[in-house]
T-cell receptor, first 112, second 114 residues
Framework: ELKVEQNPLFLSMQEGKNYTIYCNYS?????LYWYRQDPGKSLESLFV?????AVKQEGRLMASLDTKARLSTLHITAAVHDLSATYFC????????????FGQGTRLTINP | SAVISQKPSRDICQRGTSLTIQCQVD?????MFWYRQQPGQSLTLIAT?????????ESGFVIDKFPISRPNLTFSTLTVSNMSPEDSSIYLC???????????FGDGTRLSIL
């Protein structure tokens, strides 16, 4: 059974700082997705990582995938308040079938 | 960009009743899914809505409790049957437009059972 674990689950940080959210998963997969959820809102797709070594960047966020280590990271550079949200990683349980298993989510709070 | 409309956005229901949630997309999609997000929790996949055939349910979810229809490539419904307080959750539909594309989510239906 595929398990997806995020670390940390809660993160409070100051504006301007850098930090990394980790997403570990238990069985082989080469498809990993990152989503953002604002309070009371739905999920917004951030990144799709489809192969080992994949790296995607958008603004202050950068995501990477190491399929051998079964690890993805979401790195935040020079955080700003607008990035406060809950971030989820999700792994495709069956390649190409989009049977996603989500991590627990990381609730990120960025303080001015 | 394409629009995913989910109705109702929220509802308060009595235990023992059923509620049908609709998901309408303004363009044809390859896949449609239904998820549950319990308060403060992550998302759990309920089922894949298959066009013109029975949905494919994940472990722990059954058709009698969560019947799903998908009559065409742009519309699906999820019914939550014989509701109990444990069914209080947010129910979300999601769609995929193509291979290697991410899932895009509707705004969700916030359901409370009294």
């Amino acid at each position: 059974e595929l398990k997806v674990e995020q670390n940390p689950l809660f993160l409070s940080m100051q504006e301007g700082k850098n930090y990394t959210i980790y997403c570990n998963y238990s069985t082989t997969s080469d498809r990993l997705y990152w989503y953002r959820q604002d309070p009371g809102k739905s999920l917004e797709s951030l990144f799709v990582l489809l192969s080992n070594g994949a790296v995607k960047q958008e603004g202050r966020l950068m995501a990477s995938l190491d399929t051998k280590a079964r690890l993805s990271t979401l790195h935040i550079t020079a955080a700003v308040h607008d990035l406060s949200a809950t971030y989820f990683c999700a792994v495709d349980r069956i390649q190409g079938a989009q049977k996603l298993v989500f991590g627990q989510g990381t609730r990120l709070t960025i303080n001015p | 960009s394409a629009v995913i409309s989910q109705k109702p956005s929220r509802d308060i229901c009595q235990r023992g009743t059923s509620l049908t949630i609709q998901c309408q997309v303004d363009s044809q999609v390859t896949m449609m899914f239904w998820y549950r997000q319990q308060p403060g929790q992550s998302l759990t996949l309920i089922a894949t809505a298959n066009q013109g055939s029975e949905a494919t349910y994940e472990s722990g979810f059954v058709i009698d409790k969560f019947p799903i229809s998908r009559p065409n490539l742009t519309f699906s419904t999820l019914t939550v049957s014989n509701m109990s307080p444990e069914d209080s959750s947010i129910y979300l539909c999601s769609v995929v437009w193509g291979v290697n594309q991410p899932q895009h989510f509707g705004d969700g239906t916030r359901l409370s059972i009294l």
